[in-house]
Antibody, heavy 118, light 111 residues
Framework: EVQLLESGGGLVQPGGSLRLSCAAS????????MSWVRQAPGKGLEWVSAISRSGYSTYYAESVKGRFTISRDISKNTLYLQMDSLRADDTAVYYC???????????WGQGTLVTVSS | QLALTQSPSASASLGASVKLTCTLS???????IAWHQQLPEKGPRFLMYLNSDGSHNKGDGIPDRFSGSSSGAERYLTISSLQSEDEADYFC?????????FGGGTKLTVL
């Protein structure tokens, strides 16, 4: 059974940093591209970042480019999102998702809440 | 610019059918999309991948009541024999060169 389990969310002050993790199981982690998608309270889904199977190719939404870094550790079956210079409008539930190859997301995690507030 | 448009809300009666629409932006009518369901206070769930010719592949465990179709730039999700647990937000998604795009979502109310 494919499982994606996010962790690392919490309350952080504006300008602070946070690292999210997504532990993957039930599939060969290196065979799929992975993404982060967020959802602000009461809002729709917003794609944040994606990473290739190997980790060599990465993509970012303009809203996070230069502040967020996506990475993956294949030996640990874990996806990461390093978030720096956080702003209030980064407040959201962050989901990780699996895709066959930078296309549709076929499995999602349950999400982790990030709140940026002083 | 690649974009997806969805109506904010829809409603239908218990046991009836409903057809949700996702419209691709101009110049992108041949793009495939995916449909996702998000139950209240839950994470999204993949429903299906839908091609421009209407062929579709559903996710694990998705009931036969859920089907997809296409016409031009429009992609449809039809839910038949509506049940109370179908009340949810439905999002469409597409992609281009590593970037993923979501529609604004449709909130479905089952009357």
């Amino acid at each position: 059974e494919v499982q994606l389990l996010e962790s690392g969310g919490g309350l952080v002050q504006p300008g602070g940093s946070l690292r999210l993790s997504c532990a993957a199981s039930g599939f060969t982690f290196s065979s799929n591209a992975m993404s982060w998608v967020r959802q602000a309270p009461g809002k729709g889904l917003e794609w944040v970042s994606a990473i290739s199977r190997s980790g060599y190719s990465t993509y970012y939404a303009e809203s996070v480019k230069g502040r967020f870094t996506i990475s993956r550790d294949i030996s640990k079956n874990t996806l990461y999102l390093q978030m720096d210079s956080l702003r209030a409008d980064d407040t959201a539930v962050y989901y990780c998702g699996r895709s066959p190859d930078f296309d549709w997301l076929d499995y999602w995690g349950q999400g982790t809440l990030v709140t940026v507030s002083s | 610019q690649l974009a997806l448009t969805q109506s904010p809300s829809a409603s239908a009666s218990l046991g009836a059918s409903v057809k949700l629409t996702c419209t691709l932006s101009s110049g992108h009518s041949n793009y495939a999309i995916a449909w996702h369901q998000q139950l209240p206070e839950k994470g999204p769930r993949f429903l299906m991948y839908l091609n421009s010719d209407g062929s579709h592949n559903k996710g694990d465990g998705i009931p036969d009541r859920f089907s997809g179709s296409s016409s031009g730039a429009e992609r449809y999700l039809t839910i038949s024999s509506l049940q109370s647990e179908d009340e949810a937000d439905y999002f469409c998604q597409t992609w281009i060169t590593g970037i993923q795009v979501f529609g604004g979502g449709t909130k479905l109310t089952v009357l």
